[in-house]
């Protein structure tokens, strides 16, 4: 190999390095940004099951049982089916079974 050929080997070689580091950075900002998006979806599901625990209480507290019940039935699903997360009790999980 003589020494052009090396000089060209080496120049290709820094350009491919360069080429994949520029893909790599990229890579990390998609990365990046789809942890973002998860979080902010993360964040609106909690929300939900928030006022949806408000909503439960409320129908306990004005004697719609059977509301809170269904209620309580389906935020239950939502956490182990959807949520893929523990059922956890709500402070209104007393409602007797009519």
Known sequence: ???ADEIVD?????????????LDAERRARIRELEEEL???RQASEDALQQLDWCIGYMHGSNKLRIAKA????????RTNLMKRPEEPVPTQQIEER
């Open 1 to 3: 190999m003589t020494e």
């Open 10 to 22: 080496d120049s290709l070689q820094d350009a491919s390095d360069s080429q994949r580091s520029t």
């Open 39 to 41: 979080e902010r979806y």
């Open 71 to 78: 209620l309580a039935r389906n935020r239950a699903f939502i």
